[in-house]
């Protein structure tokens, strides 16, 4: 267990887990400027049975962010922000990337952060998969972005976006995410046109846009996700 930690101004990465196996998180406290580049404040590649619990996270970059070949992780009340959000990924960039299977984020409160909770998949990739990922009961408050699905995700134009994805994203939900979103477009789901995104369920989203360009929408691409509950923004408003 890693408990009562308090980590100020790192330079990169405040914590990186790899290669780990049953790490319990709890408590941390992870504060950078919302201006300091690469400053996530926990890194994850290949590791297994991972929970972060009860901390509280402000960077530059993601919050929590998820490489490849992770399986069977918890982040549950955990509070972000400044940041980019919760993500998995990026995805997709190098060769002999593995898996990540069993993501659970739940009970989290996002507050001024670039994104809220996401999957960013680099394309041009080669062929893999990830599964079993689901984000439920998220609080958000003025948080540009707050549901993606990215599989175009091209920093930089540092790659070949004409090429899609290959890896095949599925058994995916969205549950109970509301609050405040500080872009109009609050849910977008970009799927690749090779590889389309199964098993993807968005249910109870209640996000308010106040800009004055109207009201929010959501975008779905190669995707048909099964919809349940209140949708606001109405679900796949834009195809």
Same mark, same amino acid.
């Given at each position: 267990?890693?408990?009562?930690?308090?980590?100020?101004?790192?330079?990169?990465?405040?914590?990186?887990?790899?290669?780990?196996?049953?790490v319990t998180?709890?408590?941390?406290?992870?504060?950078?400027?919302?201006?300091?580049?690469?400053?996530?404040?926990?890194?994850?590649?290949?590791?297994?049975?991972?929970?972060?619990?009860?901390?509280k996270?402000?960077?530059?970059?993601?919050?929590?962010?998820?490489?490849?070949?992770?399986?069977?992780?918890?982040?549950?009340?955990?509070?972000?922000?400044?940041?980019?959000?919760?993500s998995?990924?990026?995805?997709?960039?190098?060769?002999?990337?593995?898996?990540?299977?069993?993501?659970?984020?739940?009970?989290?409160?996002?507050?001024?952060?670039?994104?809220?909770?996401?999957?960013?998949i680099?394309?041009? $990739?080669?062929p893999? !998969?990830? *599964?079993?990922?689901?984000?439920? @009961?998220?609080?958000?408050?003025?948080v540009? =972005? &707050?549901?993606?699905?990215?599989?175009?995700?091209?920093?930089?134009?540092?790659?070949?976006?004409?090429?899609?994805?290959?890896?095949?994203?599925?058994q995916?939900?969205?549950?109970?995410?509301?609050?405040?979103?500080?872009?109009?477009?609050?849910?977008?789901?970009?799927?690749?046109?090779?590889?389309?995104?199964?098993?993807?369920?968005?249910?109870?989203?209640?996000?308010?846009?106040?800009? $004055?360009?109207?009201? !929010?929408? *959501?975008?779905?691409?190669?995707? @048909?996700?099964?919809?349940?509950?209140?949708? =606001? &923004?109405?679900?796949?408003?834009?195809?």
């Amino acid at each position: 267990m890693i408990r009562g930690i308090t980590s100020l101004d790192d330079k990169q990465f405040h914590l990186h887990v790899f290669a780990c196996k049953n790490v319990t998180i709890f408590h941390l406290n992870i504060k950078a400027p919302g201006d300091s580049p690469n400053t996530d404040g926990i890194h994850m590649g290949r590791s297994t049975g991972i929970n972060i619990i009860d901390s509280k996270i402000g960077t530059g970059d993601d919050c929590i962010s998820l490489g490849d070949g992770n399986r069977d992780i918890l982040i549950q009340k955990v509070a972000c922000g400044p940041g980019h959000g919760i993500s998995i990924g990026s995805l997709g960039k190098y060769e002999n990337e593995e898996p990540v299977v069993g993501v659970k984020v739940v009970d989290c409160n996002l507050r001024n952060t670039m994104n809220g909770v996401r999957i960013k998949i680099w394309p041009a $990739s080669l062929p893999g !998969a990830s *599964s079993n990922m689901h984000f439920e @009961n998220i609080y958000m408050r003025n948080v540009s =972005n &707050p549901v993606i699905i990215d599989q175009v995700y091209c920093p930089w134009n540092q790659c070949k976006a004409q090429i899609p994805s290959k890896i095949k994203i599925s058994q995916v939900s969205f549950k109970n995410i509301r609050g405040t979103s500080q872009t109009k477009e609050a849910v977008k789901l970009l799927c690749s046109n090779e590889i389309p995104c199964e098993n993807v369920e968005i249910t109870d989203i209640d996000l308010a846009y106040q800009g $004055s360009d109207g009201p !929010a929408t *959501s975008q779905c691409t190669n995707v @048909n996700p099964t919809i349940l509950g209140k949708q =606001n &923004p109405p679900a796949c408003t834009l195809k």
